[in-house]
């Protein structure tokens, strides 16, 4: 493929709402392209990856993401939002759902089902399933609210009231028939399954109430905290704070019998990350070889301790990781990152970088190992905000984790390009069972 | 005094035009405040000075240096300035030279005869001189332009005709007769006297013919070229590139006899810097002790050797400065460099920084030791585009001046405090004649 690099369209007009994977493909017009970086960072990082095909939002317009219905995931909600929702209704591509009259959605997961054509909504103290075809007539609905005791514990705690409700987090495929919820339950977490049926015309969706149980380590307890999850192979893979203090961010693995995940209170693994979030993607065609991929920011800080950056982060494990050995078990042994580049350039040498990740897009292509990945970034000054989308090819990231380690020999030195002989197996791939 | 961080006042209205003194310490409001910070870093540098001082002025308005009449010496116009100016004019502050019918200023530098009130105006081709009071009816002027051969030789080398004129970029109070004024001279630069008369009354505004000399290493070849001088004691304090090519950047000082420099071709001396400002401020009441202080920016390099940021810095030597001995005859042996920090601090942690100095502005008290330092900052940045001033205290410049030194091991190092033992006489300290 060839790579140039594409013009910065900086002073034309550029799309400020985004509602469909091809509407991102749109916005970035140039296919995803990516200058590899050999310059190295991070702790325990390999080659930065840096997008070329960047391409700068203005900086008075934010990104709403608008996916089909007027629901917006993340707070991107701008004062302009509500013209942007009309242009796009204008453009026949929009259609608002209706919340029951007076009650406030506010929609905290969404998972897509192409093949029963149902989005799934988790919301604040109830689950959505809607029709794509025709949301506002074909929908149903769980209500889901925490108990009265769990209410009354919450507040006891000092919480304040909103936040005491069950703020569905996760919603996964668990199998054919059912879904896999957890909520936030009023700062108890809480998982169920959900049946819904194998085909459309089951229009089943209701909650196996038999299933319900403690949903700590598998959802955060705070509404506001950031999550992220897959499932796979009947494992949920989740980016998520374990804890009531949010002290213990962890990337884990939890099945019904073993958890494997980073190590707590390791800074080097993660240091305050923000989960945004997460994706199985092949390596090759043999599913031993299967990957999870995470996408989060994390603070960096300089030698003197003190917090001097946010960087994005792409960190990876196998999926067939068994966990280390002795002090390292229910760890994993795979785990690697690496740093995400949203920039442009100045023709000063100067780049202006976009850190803070605030979204991503998998946009899955016929070969399924080399998706693109879209992300939609801001900065983090608080003087100066804009957005900016970048897109990246699979490939680069692959490339980028295959390249050479990071090291930094003590703190006070800069991360330098790791030159020793590199352990047989290499850190991060995947090993075989014996 | 007391130290106090002011507000930040983002969202208020802000000044947009600073004409005087009073108006740039207006423009901060608070007193000037700094808090020092201990990190380090540069190139052979001290502490960093952090300026909390800092006001950010609206990222869509530049500022305008209008000195009482409508030329702004750094290109700093802005399609909003002829509104300014009108609303300085409507505030009575402001009186409108007129040049010549037809004619552009395009000046270049400016000095301020206070005992005599006149302003003096070194512009393309020709001296102006002013009159405080009533500026249109009681001006002066010398035509100063290039040769014919001058050009002619300018022309051959492939520049511009617009290039190729005479742009008087020094102009100084060489002694109580006379000023030295330097011209680019078609890329040729080239120095001269200029009558004044001892008093006003005298109204003595012309060129001392027999006193045209070259002007190489005291005035740049390109008018674009960024310089600074200061005479003081009959020695002419410059900060210039002294090569056609511009590769020579250079701090000097020059007499009649002798010349002392920073060296030649140090990327840790001076790396591609901008020129802004010099100044000679005492640094008690023994003249010997007297420090002469420059105003620049230069580029940061990564580990990689690649540029990555533009820095503000503060060098400084002694007057007193007899250069070193073998290697480094006519260097100086006396200069050190710091950091000049403008930035607003995140609520995130992070600060956002304007890097890039735009102008120095040194407001002299009645304590002479401790004058306040203005500077005005823009960004490096492409994409987002501010400008902020800083106010420094000197007493807190002379601390970081006087504090630990930074060392870096290696390439590929951070900047870190030195602590092994200072070597006496401490480096940049005033050498006493035996």
Redesign the interface.
């Known amino acids: 493929m060839q790579r140039r690099r594409p013009e910065q369209k ?1 002073s034309e007009p550029v799309p400020t709402t985004i509602t469909t994977a091809a509407d991102y493909r749109a916005a970035t017009e140039t296919p995803a392209q990516l200058i590899p970086n ?2 190295t960072e991070g702790s325990g990082a390999l080659q930065y990856i840096s997008a070329a095909a960047s391409l ?1 939002l203005r ?1 008075d317009v934010e990104v709403t993401f608008q996916r089909h219905f007027d629901v917006t995931t993340k707070g991107h909600r701008h004062e302009k939002s509500s013209e942007q929702s009309r242009n796009l209704r204008q453009m026949n591509r929009t259609v608002v759902f209706q919340a029951q009259q007076g009650t406030v959605l506010q929609a905290q997961t969404m998972l897509l089902d192409e093949p029963n054509e149902r989005l799934y909504i988790g919301a604040k103290n109830r689950l959505l399933s809607l029709g794509l075809e025709r949301i506002n007539s074909d929908h149903k609905e769980i209500q889901w609210a925490s108990t009265e005791s769990q209410i009354e514990e919450c507040l006891m705690k000092g919480r304040e009231k909103p936040e005491c409700a069950n703020y569905i987090k996760v919603l996964q495929q668990y199998n054919h028939t059912h879904l896999l919820a957890c909520g936030t339950g009023a700062f108890n977490p809480t998982c169920a399954l959900v049946a819904v049926g194998t085909k459309a015309t089951d229009r089943l969706f209701s909650l196996a109430e038999e299933s319900v149980e403690s949903g700590r380590g598998r959802c955060p307890y705070d509404p506001n905290s950031p999550c992220t999850s897959t499932l796979y192979r009947g494992e949920l893979y989740i980016g998520v704070y374990t804890d009531y203090w949010e002290n213990d961010g962890a990337l884990c693995r939890l099945n019904s019998q073993t958890y494997t995940r980073t190590e707590r209170d390791d800074r080097q693994q993660l240091n305050q990350p923000k989960f945004i979030k997460s994706a199985v993607i092949p390596d090759n065609d043999d599913r031993e070889d299967d990957k999870v991929y995470f996408f989060f920011t994390e603070r960096e800080q ?3 301790g ?5 960087y994005t982060r792409v960190g990876r494990v196998c999926a067939n990781d068994q966990g280390g050995r002795r002090m390292l078990v229910n760890r994993w042994s795979s785990f690697l990152k690496t740093r995400l580049i949203c920039s ?7 780049d ?1 970088h976009f850190d803070e990740l605030e979204d991503i897009f998998v946009l899955k292509n016929k070969d399924e190992k080399n998706p693109e990945i879209f992300g939609l970034f801001s ?6 905000k ?1 957005y900016a989308v970048c897109v990246y090819q699979m490939e680069d990231i692959r490339v980028s984790f295959n390249g050479p380690f990071a090291q930094r020999e003590r703190p ?3 991360w ?1 390009p790791y030159e020793d002989r590199v352990p047989y197996p290499r850190p991060g791939s995947v090993s075989r069972p014996l």
Not at 344 to 350: L, S, T
Not at 379 to 384: D, L, M, N, Q, R
């Open positions: 900086m050999s310059s700068c900086c300089n030698p003197e003190e917090t001097k950056a946010v442009v350039a100045g023709a000063n040498g100067i202006t900065t983090t000054s608080a003087v100066f804009g006070g030195h800069h330098m």
